[in-house]
Structure formats: C-alpha cells, structure tokens
C-alpha cells in the first residue's frame, strides 16, 4: 500500500469535491490544518470530519506538523472499524441535512447490519464508568482506590475496553484482567 499524501484544503467545498474524486484511495490522506492563529485559510477540523463521513471515511491519527499545523489522518473505513456515538450523531444531522453521499450510506448500512452501529462507543466526554466494574470493585477497596487515582484518559480506556467487547463473554474475561491490574496497581 502506498504511504498517504499530505495535502491542505482552504475550504470544506474544495475537501468535500477532493473525496469525491478520490474516494477510492485505500492509503488515504494526511489533512493538513493550519491553526487558527496562523493567519493561514484552511478547513476546520470539524468540518473535514463531516465531509469525511459523507463519503464513508474516518479520522484517525493526529499528529503535529509544524509550529502553525498539525495533520489528522483520514481513511476510507475499514470493515471491521467501530462506530463512536459522537459519529452515529454526526451522521444523522448530515442525513437529515441533505449531506450523505452513497459511500457514506453503504458504511452506514454494513455497520447496521453487522451491528457495530447498535455497539457504537461513548467519547472521552460522555463515557460513564461500567456498572459492572463498579461492582467489582465495591468489593475491593484497594483496587477502587487505585481506579479513583487514574486520570480520566486512563479510566476512558478502561472503560472503552469493557464497552467495545462484541461478546459477554469477552467482556467478562476482559472485566477479569481490569481488576488484577488495578489489585496490582498497573495500568
């Protein structure tokens, strides 16, 4: 696969007709964004995300790039790729705007019928911690301690890890490996 380009865009139209013409391309883009106090014309970083969702692509990686932009990662969606409810939202206002293009629709409709629409995950902001973590760890003072302790990117991967099992079973064994890492003070 070919490594993705680097390419900057001064609006959402010239991004949005971009993906139309190359929406095809598996090693997708590194998008440049200039910041805001750069004095520089560019897409915001909001924008970019809903034209890439009308075509059936995903933001990904983010990375600095100089001292005026940073370049976020978007790619075409890959068949097993998850879905976050902040996107399934996205997605709805877009439909109902008007926006969706047939890409979209299609990753739209597999995630459905596969059920990583039903299994979508919470973001950082609305993630609330598992009740059944709670209740393991009810029972384990020390672990609980441990868990109260950890910053909140570090109980949102806790978390995100219980929430994204496909099976309860999984999701039981996972819940298991969460608890003797906290008993034992690892993350």
């Given at each position: 696969?070919?490594e993705?380009?680097?390419?900057?865009?001064?609006?959402?139209?010239?991004?949005?007709?971009?993906?139309?013409?190359?929406?095809?391309?598996?090693?997708?883009?590194?998008?440049?964004?200039?910041?805001?106090?750069?004095?520089?014309?560019?897409?915001?970083?909001?924008e970019?995300?809903?034209?890439?969702?009308?075509?059936?692509?995903?933001?990904?990686?983010?990375?600095?790039?100089?001292?005026?932009?940073?370049?976020?990662?978007?790619?075409?969606r890959?068949?097993?790729?998850?879905?976050?409810?902040?996107?399934?939202?996205?997605?709805?206002?877009?439909?109902?705007d008007?926006?969706?293009?047939?890409?979209?629709?299609?990753?739209?409709?597999?995630?459905?019928t596969?059920?990583?629409?039903?299994?979508?995950?919470?973001?950082?902001?609305?993630?609330?911690?598992?009740?059944?973590?709670?209740?393991?760890?009810?029972?384990d003072?020390?672990?609980?301690?441990?868990?109260?302790?950890?910053?909140k990117?570090?109980?949102?991967?806790?978390?995100?890890?219980?929430?994204?099992?496909?099976?309860?079973?999984?999701?039981?064994?996972?819940?298991?490996?969460?608890l003797?890492?906290?008993?034992?003070?690892?993350?």
């Amino acid at each position: 696969m070919a490594e993705a380009i680097i390419k900057s865009f001064k609006s959402q139209e010239s991004w949005r007709n971009w993906l139309d013409k190359n929406q095809d391309m598996q090693e997708g883009i590194w998008l440049q964004v200039f910041k805001v106090n750069s004095g520089i014309e560019s897409i915001k970083i909001t924008e970019a995300l809903d034209e890439a969702l009308c075509f059936g692509w995903i933001d990904g990686q983010r990375k600095s790039y100089d001292d005026q932009s940073y370049l976020q990662k978007y790619t075409p969606r890959r068949a097993q790729s998850i879905w976050s409810k902040r996107n399934i939202g996205i997605v709805e206002k877009l439909i109902a705007d008007g926006k969706m293009m047939p890409r979209g629709y299609v990753e739209i409709e597999k995630a459905k019928t596969d059920g990583r629409w039903a299994r979508a995950y919470d973001s950082h902001t609305t993630m609330q911690d598992a009740e059944d973590l709670l209740q393991e760890l009810a029972k384990d003072k020390e672990a609980e301690a441990f868990y109260q302790s950890l910053s909140k990117t570090n109980k949102f991967t806790i978390n995100f890890r219980l929430q994204t099992a496909k099976k309860p079973e999984t999701r039981a064994k996972r819940l298991r490996e969460i608890l003797i890492n906290l008993q034992l003070k690892k993350m």
